[in-house]
């Protein structure tokens, strides 16, 4: 077993790989801005929003507390009549990209050290880089592209967003178990 601070170097060499590879992806290619499409009536819903004035925060649309009262006539028609939606509202002003950049980098760096932990306890060394990039990679993948699937199949959000996510996931997986494999005690 291999204690965790002498993976120091793997955690923090693939957080920050994973950063740059998830600033190249959003940056450079861009493929996710497709993802996202503008309301036909955009104005008029943030009006209304606006006149509500939620606090920031998660809602959903028809809102039913349990299930009892989604059995109602009421919530029925509204299910029906649509629309049926998952809504996240942020603070209202200009974004601020320094605050999630760094939340972003930390969480690349809780995750470089789960994937060190695992790793550390199923693989001794010297090991070869092969089996390094397998534990390392396998763990980093389901961090990383393992709430895909389930935002897909719960929150409605389209699976060719969610694929076009895990594909992500796969890239900053390899980017973690490259360096992990390269960077592993021997």
Known sequence: ??????????ILVSAVLVFVASSVVHMVFKWHNSDYRQLPNEEA????IRKGNPAPGQYVLPYCPDMKEMNTPE????????????LYLKRSGMPNMG????????FTLVVSFVVAYLTSRTVLPPAPYLQVFRVA???AFLAYAGNAAQ???????????????????????????GAFGWLWPH
Request: proline residues 8%; glycine residues 6%; hydrophobic residues 60%.
């Open 45 to 48: 819903v943030r009006e209304v």
């Open 137 to 139: 990679g396998t763990a």
């Open 1 to 10: 077993m291999i204690p965790l601070l002498h993976l120091w170097l793997p």
């Open 99 to 106: 605050r999630p950049l760094l939340a972003w980098f930390l």
């Open 151 to 177: 935002a897909a199949i719960w929150m409605g959000k389209p699976w060719r967003s969610a694929a076009k996510e895990m594909l992500d996931g796969l890239i900053y997986a390899v980017v973690t178990a």
């Open 75 to 86: 919530a029925q028609r509204k299910f029906a009549e649509g629309p049926v939606a998952m």
